[in-house]
């Protein structure tokens, strides 16, 4: 079981975020781990929190580039690793300390798993005010094609990421992780999902993930679909019964809201009438 897993940490802009992130690593209960902190040209003192880490304990070490966006981060830190199994965890993000110790024996018995993942919990300040669950099954890339269910912190193999060329370094408007599910979980396996709660994400007001689904969810969304094009036509009544129910869902979202645009319009025309009604009943 003594395999050596590598954490990758990409940090950009966070570095008030990082201590905490990393003493989840350090806090394991496995302890056969190393951690490739990434800073990605960011402008903070990523690199001051950072030296302070891998002064405290060799198997944390640094790397400093120019920006190249999440997937450019990841792949840098993924290409100079020594693991064999990899584990992303943004800076924000914590482990629970007995993340790897649970996670890393089920991806040696699972030889046909292609993605270790668990249930999370959402959290704002800190994991002690929870504010949402994902719990995701297992599945196969089948159960990927219309909505990421793993969270970039899963665990898989280095081999997997070199057979995929890596992160989608065009992506940097977001989903670059469920691209990368979909890349390797098709590879003819599955993913398996462990049934505790191993990872806290953090909720931000404002963050990459709220930005992607914000303004670049479909741009993002059919980029994967014509990259996966084969998935999505084997799969093709599934996806055409999914495409049109998004479209009515949508219809009726715009109904509603035009709707409700005619009513306050009509207040507003109608609210001098009121108001000389009741004048006319003093």
Known sequence: MSKLVSIIVPCYKQAHFLEESLGSVMNQTYNNWECIIVNDGSPDETDRVALKWTAKDERFKYLEQKNKGLSGARNAGIEICEGEYILPLDADDIL?????????????????????????????????TIVGELKPENGTVTSLLYQNQLVATSLFRKA????????????KKGFEDWDFWISIVKLNKNYIVIPKYLFFYRKAKTSMLADTIGNHFED???????????????????????????????????MRLKNNKFLKFSRILLKPIDILKNSLKR
Request: net charge negative; charged share 25%; glycine share 4%.
């Open 96 to 128: 629970d300390k007995e993340y790897l110790k649970i996670i890393v024996p089920e991806i040696l018995k699972q030889p046909e798993a292609a993605v270790i993942s668990c249930y999370t919990k959402f959290f704002q300040g800190n994991t002690n």
């Open 160 to 171: 997997s990421w070199k057979q995929v060329g890596g992160y989608d370094e065009t992506m």
């Open 220 to 254: 993002n969304k059919e980029y994967i679909v014509k990259k996966h094009a084969s998935l999505y036509i084997e799969d093709f009544d599934n996806f055409v019964s999914v495409m049109f129910y998004n479209i009515r869902t949508h219809r009726a979202s715009e």
